[in-house]
């Protein structure tokens, strides 16, 4: 997508596309939104976070290993979850940052789009939207703070966006956070339910 065409033109007939993050940004800040999406005026772009981008790639191949047997990951089972990997052939489009799943919202003309980490499904046939977290940090992972509160609208809007595309959608979202702490002999992974 060209700098151009991520420039909103409300004369334009054209869908305009939004992505999950952009939606955040609106939420965060409506005017850094509207400098960027309408006039063209980038925020200041954040480092790579190449551990965490890793740490997404191990646990999607973890998860994938479980996906293909049809079986429950083990942090599935310790935690109680009952549910398996969703298994859907469009799965590596949702991964994809440039892609990702998709709802044309006819009124507005919006297409938001979102690229998630993963997708269960649970006992009762609802999809469970997960999402991959990494840190290292000897304090207690909670969501209580106002950054980690855009996890939770994260998870928010994937599940919207798969419920515009037809899937039954449970009312629960996963956060599955991979704890590196230096003073233990293996990661902490801890697994929170919305």
Known sequence: MSRQSAIFNPASNAPFCLSRSKINDFLTCARCFYLDRRLGINKPSLPAFSLNVAVDCLLKKEFDAYRVQK???PLMVQYDIQAIPFNHPDL??????????RYHDPKSNFVLFGAIDDVWKSEHGELIIVDYKATSTTEEITLDTEYRQTYKRQLEIYQFLFQKNGFPVSKSAYIVYANALKERQAFSINTYRL
């Open 92 to 101: 590596d489009l949702w991964r994809n940052n440039f892609k990702g799943i």
């Open 71 to 73: 079986k429950p990951h």
